[in-house]
Each structure stands twice: as C-alpha cells, then as structure tokens.
T-cell receptor, first 115, second 111 residues
Framework: KAGVTQTPRYLIKTRGQQVTLSCSPI?????VSWYQQTPGQGLQFLFE???????NKGNFPGRFSGRQFSNSRSEMNVSTLELGDSALYLC??????????????FGEGSWLTVV | QKEVEQDPGPLSVPEGAIVSLNCTYS??????FMWYRQYSRKGPELLMY????GNKEDGRFTAQVDKSSKYISLFIRDSQPSDSATYLC???????????FGRGTSLIVHP
C-alpha cells in the first residue's frame, strides 16, 4: 500500500507570495492533518480534515488555510508568505474516527524556504 | 508547563549500547502513546504504538507506558549507527486524531 504522498518536496518562494502544497493520503484513509515543523517550535498542528470538513484547527493565522476533496486528497495554502513561514510542512493521514486505531502516518514533507 | 516534555538531547552512545528515551506528560486523558523516528530531512515514521499502560516489544525496540507516573519510555537494544535519528514521542486522547508531540530527542549512535 502506498504511503502518504506530498508534493512538491522542495520549493523556494519570495516574501509576499503564496504557496499551495498537496497531499495524497494512504488509500482508505479519510482523515488528513497538516503540521508545521521548525527547529525552534517542533511539530505544530495546523488543521485536520475529515470528509471534506475541517474538524480541528491549530493556533495559526488565517493566512494558513486548507481543504480536502471528495477523494480525501488535501491541499494547504499559505498566502502572503513571511520569512518565518520557512519550515517543513508535513501531511499525515489516518483511517478516521470509526476505526479502532488512533495513529497517524506522515508523508515525507514539503520543505518551504521563503526568501 | 508543556503537556508533553521530552529532553532534546543530543544523546550520544556507542554502537551496541542500550538506549533509553523518555517523555513525561501532564494530561491524564491521554490513552494512546506513540513513538516516531525521524531521519534528517525526512518525515516522521511510526515506530511503536501502545494503548494504555504496559509494555510492547518489536524487535530491538520496547515501548513502556506508566500511566500512574505519566511517563513513557522507548528502549533500543543493541543500538546501531542507523538508529541515529530524532525520536518523537506522541500521545492522544480517545477518539482524537490530533496527537500532542514532544520536541524530539536527537540520538547519535557512533561506531
């Protein structure tokens, strides 16, 4: 079974631009969550989607947004990029609330550098 | 005080040593406990998953959960240079898919 796939893996953007990152979850998984990882803050939760609905949201400004499609694939968008947005953005998938497990599985991440 | 505390290290050990990685937590509602391994410039990989208290063994890895002390551990036996990575503990409440992560412990196993 294929794992969580994230694209692009690496990207460089200029301050003020916007970026869209894509995530394909493990086949059969319906919940997708996004995390930002930086050396200073560690792993920070951005938001979680299930059945195209945002169920949970972390403490990030409105410049960070996401969505989930009917095939469970998800995208996140960051507008008006700031230097501090440089980070590894990780997507994780899980089966969903009607499963017996409670684990999430990560993709390889998208490395964003803002210059 | 953070909900999950984890010493960032680095922890440097010789090859073949037994490694002990630990996390403490404050929220008694946590029921699911996980350990992830993250190599440099890669995403975290699920290593161990435990529900409630007790031990779980998988090859050279053993996860222990002591809910009474709010303390979890990951033991690595016969450590190898390939075990050099950052180890993140994570825990979640029942019905939640939003684990709370520790900051990660950097492990270096030198030949």
């Amino acid at each position: 079974k294929a794992g969580v796939t994230q694209t692009p893996r690496y990207l460089i953007k200029t301050r003020g631009q916007q970026v869209t990152l894509s995530c394909s979850p493990i086949s059969g998984h319906r919940s997708v969550s996004w995390y930002q990882q930086t050396p200073g803050q560690g792993l920070q939760f951005l938001f979680e989607y299930f059945s195209e609905t945002q169920r949970n949201k972390g403490n990030f400004p409105g410049r960070f947004s996401g969505r989930q499609f009917s095939n469970s694939r998800s995208e996140m968008n960051v507008s008006t990029l700031e230097l501090g947005d440089s980070a590894l953005y990780l997507c994780a998938s899980s089966e969903g609330p009607d499963s017996s497990g409670n684990t999430i599985y990560f993709g390889e991440g998208s490395w964003l550098t803002v210059v | 005080q953070k909900e999950v505390e984890q010493d960032p290290g680095p922890l440097s050990v010789p090859e073949g040593a037994i490694v002990s990685l630990n996390c403490t937590y404050s929220n008694s509602a946590f029921q699911y406990f996980m350990w992830y391994r993250q190599y440099s410039r890669k995403g975290p990989e699920l290593l161990m998953y435990t529900y409630s208290s007790g031990n779980k063994e998988d090859g050279r890895f053993t996860a222990q959960v002591d809910k009474s002390s709010k303390y979890i551990s990951l033991f690595i036996r016969d450590s190898q240079p390939s075990d050099s990575a950052t180890y993140l503990c994570a825990m979640s409440k029942g019905g939640s898919y939003i684990p709370t992560f520790g900051r990660g412990t950097s492990l270096i196993v030198h030949p």
